[in-house]
RNA sequence: GGCGCUAUCGUCUAGCUUGGUCUAGGACAUUGGAUUUUCAUUCCAAAAACCCGGGUUCAAAUCCCGGUAGCGCUACCA
C-alpha cells in the first residue's frame, strides 16, 4: 500500500453550519487514521458556500475540536498551504472559470422556473410514482433568450446538462455502485456565477485540491454520481471513493439534538478525554483484528485498515463511551489527573494543592467522566450537609450508633497527630471494630465523616481530613442522632 | 412514491473473501457470586444473536435468488 502514498490527498470537508459534531468528527479521524497508516497528506477545508447559514464561529469550533482531539492535518485555512484558500468562500473566482467552461462547452444553462413552479412539477411526478426531476424546460433556450432575461433583471439559476447515462463508481468498501444519472435530470451548481452550489464546487475543489480518496459518510453515497457526471465533464480523474456507515443514537435513529448530545465540545465539557473519545469514535463502525478494545492513539494508527471498516450504521451507546474514559482515567497518571480536574471544580477546591491530590487519588476508581469528581469529593473540601438516617447501619437503633460514636471519638481522639494514619487506625481502630461489629462501627463512621452513602473508606478519609476535622465531624454526628 | 445502501446477542463487533474446526467468539450494558463497613475497583459466572423464505451442496452465518425491514438521498442545504 505504500507505493505510491506520495499521491494520496484526503480532506476533511465540514459545512460550517452548526458545532463539531459526533459523526464529523469520526469522519476526520478516519481521514486522519487513513493517512498516518497510508502515508499522505489531511487536507482541512472549510464548506462555506452556503452564505446564510455559515458562521465563522462555527469555524472556529470545529478546528478547536479537531486540535482537541489531536487530529493535525496539513492544510487548511488556518496553517495554508499549496492549494489554497482552504474556504470555499474565497475560491469564487476558480468555481466561476469552471463554470464559463461549462456554459462555452454547452454543458450548462441558465433556468428561469420557479420554486413554485418546480415544486409543483415535483408533486405531479411523485404521485404518479416517478422519479421527481427537473423536466429540463429551460435546456433549450437559446443564448440569446437567456442573456436577455439576465440582462432585464431576471434571476436565472445555472442547470447542469446531465447526460443520460449510468453512472458507475467503485466505493472501496461497498464494491461497484450504479445510478441511472436519468433520473437527477438537470440538477442546479450554481445560484448565479458568483453563488456556486455544494455538488459542483465539490467537484471542482477535489480536483484542484488533487484528493486521491474521498472518504465521507453514508449520506453522500447519493451526492457521488453527481459529483462524478462534474468530474466527467471536464474531464478530471474521478478520485476514490470510502463512504463511512452512518453514526446512529440507540434507537437507530439519525444522530440529532432531539435525542443525545452531539456536539464533540458538549463531550468535552462532561469531562470525556480526547483519547478516549478518539477510541470510542474509531470503534463505531471499525475494529482491530484482535478483539482488543482500548486502543491507543498510536494503536489507532498503526492498526486502522479500510478493509475492516463496517458497511451498517454504529449506534452510539454512552454505556460504551463512560467505561472507556473511566478505562482511561484509571491509567492516567495522577498528576495530569489533577490537571484536568483542576478545570472542573470550583475555585475554593483548588487552595489546598496536596489535599486535591490526595481526594483525587482516593476518587480515582469512582470516577468515569472529569466531571463526576465535584458530585463525589465535595466532603473533602467542605462540611458535609446529610440528613441523620444515613448514620444508620441496616437495623441497628440510633442509640446503638450514637454510642459507638462516642467510642470512636474517644478512641480517635487518643491517636497522636503524628500518628494519624491509615496504618494506625488499621492497628488501633479495627480490632475495635471487630468486637463492636464491622458495619455498626464504620459505616456510622464512614457516613459521618463523607455525609454519603457511597465514599472511599473512613481511615483513608481521615489521613486526609485530619484529625481536627475527623473529631469535628464525628461530633456534629452524635448531635445529629 | 423513486433511487441507493445495509442486515450476527439490547449495543459495538469477530467470523463471511478461501462453505465443515461456529454446540457462533470478544467487549459494553444486564443479572448472580467472590473480595469490601458502603460505593467503586478487581475477579468469576450466567443470560443473550446468524431478519424471513427458497435454492446450490454431503455440509451455509458464510455462496445464489426472492421477500421483508431499517437507514440515507430525493433543495436555488451541505
Redesign the pocket.
Known amino acids: 500500500m505504500a507505493m505510491d502514498n506520495k499521491n494520496i490527498r484526503v480532506r476533511f ?3 460550517p ?1 452548526g458545532a463539531l459534531h459526533i459523526g464529523n468528527t469520526r469522519t476526520a479521524l478516519f481521514n486522519w487514521l487513513f493517512i498516518k497508516n497510508y502515508g499522505g497528506k489531511f487536507i482541512l477545508r472549510i ?8 458562521k465563522p464561529e462555527f469555524e472556529k469550533d470545529i478546528i478547536d475540536g479537531l486540535k482537541w482531539l489531536g487530529l493535525d492535518y496539513d492544510e487548511g485555512p488556518d496553517i495554508s498551504g499549496n492549494y489554497g484558500p482552504y474556504r ?1 468562500s474565497e475560491r469564487t473566482d476558480i468555481y466561476k472559470n469552471y463554470l464559463k467552461k461549462l456554459f462555452d462547452e454547452n454543458k450548462a444553462y441558465y ?5 413554485e ?2 415544486e409543483a412539477e ?1 408533486q405531479a ?10 423536466s429540463g424546460k429551460c435546456r433549450n433556450l437559446s443564448k440569446e433568450e437567456s442573456e436577455n432575461k439576465i440582462q432585464k433583471g431576471d ?3 445555472i442547470r447542469f446538462k446531465v447526460l443520460n447515462k449510468e453512472v458507475e463508481f467503485n ?1 472501496l ?8 444519472a436519468n ?2 435530470g438537470d ?2 451548481i ?3 456565477l458568483k ?8 467537484a471542482i475543489d477535489d480536483h484542484e485540491m488533487k484528493i486521491s480518496h474521498i472518504i465521507r ?7 457521488t ?2 459529483q462524478v457526471l462534474i468530474q466527467e465533464a471536464f474531464d478530471f480523474n474521478v478520485p476514490k471513493y470510502i ?1 463511512l ?2 453514526i ?1 443514537t ?5 444522530l ?1 439534538k432531539r435525542y443525545l448530545d452531539v456536539s464533540l465540545k458538549d463531550y468535552k465539557n462532561d469531562g470525556y478525554l480526547p483519547e478516549a473519545m478518539l477510541n470510542f469514535i474509531a ?7 484482535e ?4 486502543l491507543s492513539r498510536e494503536e489507532l494508527m498503526k492498526e486502522f485498515d479500510i ?11 454512552i ?6 474514559n ?2 482511561y482515567i ?1 491509567k492516567m497518571d495522577t498528576n495530569e489527573l489533577i490537571e484536568k480536574i483542576k478545570n472542573f471544580i470550583p475555585d475554593n477546591w483548588n487552595k489546598n494543592d496536596n489535599l486535591l491530590a490526595e481526594a483525587i487519588s482516593l476518587e480515582k ?4 467522566k472529569l466531571t463526576d469528581f465535584k458530585e463525589l469529593a465535595d466532603f473533602f473540601f467542605e462540611l458535609p450537609e446529610y440528613n441523620f438516617e444515613i448514620l444508620i ?1 441496616k437495623n441497628v437503633g440510633n442509640e446503638k450508633i450514637k454510642n459507638n460514636l462516642k467510642i470512636l471519638l474517644g478512641e480517635i481522639g487518643k491517636i497522636q497527630n503524628n500518628e494519624f494514619s491509615k496504618e494506625n487506625f488499621e492497628k488501633n481502630i ?1 480490632p475495635l ?1 471487630k468486637t463492636f461489629g ?2 455498626e ?7 459521618a465523616l ?1 455525609g ?10 481521615m489521613e486526609v481530613i485530619g484529625k481536627a476535622e475527623s473529631l469535628k465531624r464525628i461530633d456534629i454526628a452524635i448531635k445529629k442522632l
Not at 433556468?111 to 420554486?115: G, H, I
Not at 453563488?195 to 465539490?202: D, G
Open positions: 470537508a465540514p459545512s453550519t464548506e462555506d458556500t452556503d452564505k446564510e447559514r455559515s470555499q433556468c428561469f422556473c420557479t420554486k413552479e418546480l415535483r411526478m411523485m404521485s404518479r410514482g416517478l422519479a421527481p426531476k427537473y434571476k436565472g439559476v466505493d468498501i461497498r464494491g461497484k455502485i450504479k445510478f441511472d433520473l437527477f440538477i442546479v450554481a445560484k448565479n453563488e456556486p452550489l455544494y455538488n459542483f464546487v465539490v459518510g453514508e449520506d453522500h453515497l447519493s451526492n454520481p453527481k463512504h456507515p452512518l446512529l440507540t434507537e437507530r435513529k439519525k440529532s470503534l463505531l463502525g471499525w475494529h482491530p483484528k478483539d482488543r478494545e482500548i478493509k475492516r471498516i463496517q458497511k451498517s450504521g454504529a449506534a452510539f451507546d454505556n460504551k463511551l463512560d467505561w472507556l473511566s478505562q484509571k476508581e469512582r470516577i468515569k447501619w479495627m471494630a464491622v458495619g462501627l464504620l459505616w456510622p463512621l464512614r457516613a463523607s454519603k452513602k457511597a465514599s472511599p473508606g473512613p481511615f483513608e478519609i
